[in-house]
Every structure is written in structure tokens, then in C-alpha cells.
């Protein structure tokens, strides 16, 4: 079963700045999701293998995916942060070609989540 790494959460206050890292290779899509307690799990983010980006609507301008091939490695760059934004996040991973839409169901490969924390 593929596995995947993540690391970088943590608790900051409101307005700070977290980047996440997942360790993972060879897929077409990548994508961070975040699941706050009682609630659905949710897509953040997505980054194909051209690069191409999408965002949900809610991290817009405050969070930034990108991916460094040479390090095997993707990222979420998170700033503003928001107390909303209080939640287990997830590196999930495809290797299926085509559009790389930020939902549960497109991805195969999921990481086991690290805790971000924003308190007010």
C-alpha cells in the first residue's frame, strides 16, 4: 500500500504562516485536504505533474501548493491563517492521468494527516 509522509503542522495564532511537506513521487496529481472534527474531509488544494494549479475557494490567495521534483517533495505554504483553518490536513496522491479536481474521490494514495492549530 503507497504511503505518504506528511510533517509540518503545528499550532500558531491567527494571521501566522505554517508550510506543510508530504514526501511522495511519480504520481499526476497531488492534493492537500483538511478535515476539522465533525466535519467532511475537504480539498484545499491540487498540483498536476505540468504544474497546473487549483485552490478552493476559502485558501485563496492566502495558501500556495507547489511541488520540487528534485526533492520528491510537495508543500502547502499557508499564511493568514485563520482559526477556521483549525484542522487535520492530508497529503493524497494520484498517478491516473487527467483533471486533477480537489475532491476525496479523484485520489488513491493518502498520508496519515498532521494537526494544524490556529488559535484567536
Known amino acids: 500500500q503507497v504511503q505518504l509522509v506528511e510533517s509540518g503542522g503545528g499550532s500558531v495564532q491567527a494571521g501566522g504562516s505554517l508550510r506543510l511537506s508530504c514526501a511522495a513521487s511519480?504520481?499526476?496529481?497531488m492534493g492537500w485536504f483538511r478535515q476539522a472534527p465533525g466535519k467532511e474531509r475537504e480539498g484545499v488544494a491540487s498540483?498536476?505533474?505540468?504544474?497546473?494549479?487549483r485552490y478552493a475557494d476559502s485558501v485563496k490567495g492566502r495558501f500556495t501548493i507547489s511541488k520540487d521534483n528534485a526533492k520528491n517533495t510537495l508543500y502547502l505554504q499557508m499564511n493568514s491563517l485563520k482559526p477556521e483553518d483549525t484542522a487535520m490536513y492530508y497529503c493524497a496522491a494520484d498517478w491516473a492521468y487527467g483533471f486533477c479536481q480537489i475532491v476525496v474521490g479523484r485520489y488513491r494514495a493518502w498520508g496519515q494527516g498532521t494537526q494544524v492549530s490556529v488559535s484567536s
Open positions: 498540483i498536476d505533474s505540468n504544474g497546473d494549479t
Open positions: 511519480g504520481y499526476y496529481c
